[in-house]
């Protein structure tokens, strides 16, 4: 439901109650990510999203994989360093992707390049699942 605020110098302040906050390490049952992409959504000083009534949002199912650069032609950089245990030291976590973006590329029975927009927030499936009778969810699946 939606609320009217009146703020002092007498404007008006309209507030959905469709909001949402970041949950970072949460995974659903499949063990992946779920990437919320906030473009549509105005961020609020408690750090929590309005996605307004009625809101739409993408959220991208991305794998809980390390994610790396990729050249120009789509391919895997081969010239990355390696640190301990033999991870690359450019591998970026999937929550770390997701709250970055761009073009990065995970192996999962070959490569497959993924693109993110630079404004997402990982959440639950239960924070989603509180606003999706009021908020339009695609889901976008990049497992």
């Known amino acids: 439901m939606p609320a009217i605020l009146t703020l002092q110098s007498g404007?008006?302040?309209?507030?959905?109650?469709?909001?949402?906050?970041?949950?970072?390490?949460?995974?659903?049952?499949?063990?992946?990510?779920?990437?919320?992409?906030?473009?549509?959504?105005?961020?609020?000083?408690?750090?929590?999203?309005?996605?307004?009534?009625?809101?739409?949002?993408?959220?991208?199912?991305?794998?809980?994989?390390?994610?790396?650069?990729?050249?120009?032609g789509g391919r895997i950089g081969r010239r990355g360093r390696f640190g301990r245990r033999g991870r690359r030291r450019d591998a970026m976590s999937a929550d770390m992707f997701c709250e970055s973006g761009g073009s990065r590329m995970f192996h999962e029975g070959g490569w497959h390049q993924v693109d993110l927009p630079s404004n997402g927030i990982v959440v639950s499936a239960n924070a989603l699942n509180s606003v999706s009778s009021r908020v339009d969810i695609w889901l976008k699946m990049w497992s």
């Open 11 to 72: 404007a008006a302040l309209a507030r959905s109650s469709n909001l949402i906050s970041a949950a970072p390490g949460s995974r659903t049952r499949d063990g992946d990510v779920l990437c919320l992409d906030t473009s549509t959504a105005d961020r609020l000083d408690n750090g929590k999203y309005d996605y307004h009534d009625p809101g739409y949002g993408t959220v991208n199912v991305i794998p809980d994989e390390d994610f790396y650069p990729a050249d120009r």
